[in-house]
């Protein structure tokens, strides 16, 4: 008997219905805020986004009951429309103009692709991206979103747990840190060609981050594949963390004993951490970080400690300053 927790959705919803479905949801939860949502709203949302349509995910599992929320993987919040979640992005590859990155990086091609895991393990390995992805059904996750600008979305992403693909390559005992890097390829990424960061984009996580179960490993969202836009065909999704935490695009894991260099600390320390816990009572030094605009919305609501995931992983930081270590 299937866990009922854990039923793919296509045993509980034909998959031609599901975004339907989603979408049918959604417009009843969201109909009020919108009508009452003004230039806020519209400033974030221009007419005449870019529609990109990818292949539909087989065998997508959807956490339904109550064990899924006490993990964190789903809640009972509006999710934001697709729209939105495709079409105001942060990908500086193509473009730093967050509306027009979809149609700035429509044209990319992830397949074939490859991504390296390597440095302290005991397996290291080039990975196919087929590989990876048959690692583990992707599991669908409704994640809240914070990026560091005070902005957030819910967005249902599709992917697995980061821990069971290094669980593969068999990271050493003295791996501490891990280590991630985006494509690197002037010619496919043409913001690559302008030094407005040092490319290629790197991040990086605590191996305690790293194996935890909310660090997600997506390769999809709304039960589809990534669009460019979202960073195809993998990226990494840290939720509790801000956004710029979630790398996209990744072509390299490397585990290390040194915490690893990052793009958005390299480029202003003083206003970036590494650990860049979402943290409302740390504020950046241009502006608070105690509320956000979720898209969708009307008004501005407050930020939560670990974006709202404080319950599962406030214990990694348990006796740290995270005034300093923000
Ligand atoms: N990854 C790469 N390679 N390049 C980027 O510019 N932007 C980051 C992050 N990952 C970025 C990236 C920032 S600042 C944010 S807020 C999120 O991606 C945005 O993810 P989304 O567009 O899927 O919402």
């Given at each position: 008997?299937?866990?009922?927790?854990?039923?793919?959705?296509?045993?509980?919803?034909?998959?031609?219905?599901?975004?339907?479905?989603?979408?049918?949801?959604?417009?009843?939860?969201?109909?009020?805020?919108?009508?009452?949502?003004?230039?806020?709203?519209?400033?974030?949302?221009?007419?005449?986004?870019?529609?990109?349509?990818?292949?539909?995910?087989?065998?997508?599992?959807?956490?339904?009951?109550?064990?899924?929320?006490?993990?964190?993987?789903?809640?009972?919040?509006?999710?934001?429309?697709?729209?939105?979640?495709?079409?105001?992005?942060?990908?500086?590859?193509?473009?730093?103009?967050?509306?027009?990155?979809?149609?700035?990086?429509?044209?990319?091609?992830?397949?074939?692709?490859?991504?390296t895991v390597d440095g302290l393990v005991?397996?290291?390995?080039?990975?196919?991206?087929?590989?990876?992805?048959?690692?583990?059904?992707?599991?669908?996750?409704?994640?809240?979103?914070?990026?560091?600008?005070?902005?957030?979305?819910?967005?249902?992403?599709?992917?697995?747990?980061l821990?069971?693909?290094l669980?593969?390559?068999?990271p050493?005992?003295k791996a501490r840190y891990v280590a991630f890097e985006t494509?690197?390829?002037?010619?496919?990424?043409?913001?690559?060609?302008?030094?407005?960061?040092d490319?290629p984009y790197v991040e990086g996580l605590r191996l305690d981050e790293a194996?935890?179960?909310?660090?997600?490993?997506?390769?999809?969202?709304?039960?589809?594949?990534?669009?460019?836009?979202?960073?195809?065909?993998?990226?990494l999704?840290v939720?509790?963390k801000?956004?710029f935490k979630?790398i996209?695009?990744i072509v390299r894991i490397t585990l290390t004993d040194m915490q690893p260099k990052t793009t958005w600390n390299n480029a202003?320390a003083?206003?970036y951490g590494f650990l860049a816990?979402?943290?409302?009572?740390?504020?950046?030094?241009?502006?608070?970080?105690?509320?956000?605009?979720?898209?969708?919305?009307?008004?501005?609501?407050?930020?939560?400690?670990?974006?709202?995931?404080?319950?599962?992983?406030?214990?990694?930081?348990?006796?740290?300053?995270?005034?300093?270590?923000?």
């Amino acid at each position: 008997m299937p866990n009922p927790d854990t039923i793919p959705s296509s045993q509980i919803t034909p998959q031609d219905t599901y975004l339907n479905r989603r979408n049918f949801m959604r417009a009843g939860l969201t109909a009020a805020s919108l009508l009452a949502t003004g230039a806020a709203y519209r400033g974030l949302n221009r007419p005449g986004s870019t529609a990109v349509e990818t292949p539909r995910l087989a065998n997508l599992v959807v956490h339904t009951g109550p064990d899924g929320r006490g993990n964190g993987f789903q809640l009972d919040e509006p999710l934001t429309p697709l729209q939105s979640v495709t079409n105001y992005n942060n990908f500086y590859e193509f473009t730093t103009n967050k509306e027009a990155v979809a149609a700035a990086s429509q044209q990319f091609v992830s397949k074939p692709w490859t991504v390296t895991v390597d440095g302290l393990v005991q397996k290291p390995k080039v990975f196919d991206l087929d590989e990876i992805l048959q690692i583990s059904p992707p599991e669908e996750r409704a994640y809240r979103m914070r990026c560091v600008e005070a902005w957030s979305m819910v967005i249902p992403w599709a992917g697995f747990s980061l821990s069971r693909l290094l669980k593969k390559v068999e990271p050493l005992g003295k791996a501490r840190y891990v280590a991630f890097e985006t494509l690197l390829d002037p010619s496919r990424m043409p913001g690559q060609k302008s030094a407005t960061l040092d490319w290629p984009y790197v991040e990086g996580l605590r191996l305690d981050e790293a194996m935890h179960p909310l660090t997600l490993l997506a390769s999809g969202l709304y039960g589809r594949e990534l669009p460019p836009s979202n960073g195809a065909p993998l990226r990494l999704v840290v939720p509790w963390k801000y956004g710029f935490k979630g790398i996209k695009s990744i072509v390299r894991i490397t585990l290390t004993d040194m915490q690893p260099k990052t793009t958005w600390n390299n480029a202003a320390a003083h206003e970036y951490g590494f650990l860049a816990n979402v943290n409302p009572g740390v504020p950046h030094p241009r502006w608070s970080q105690s509320t956000e605009q979720r898209l969708g919305e009307s008004g501005r609501r407050e930020t939560l400690m670990f974006n709202g995931y404080a319950e599962q992983v406030a214990h990694l930081y348990a006796g740290l300053d995270l005034r300093k270590n923000f």
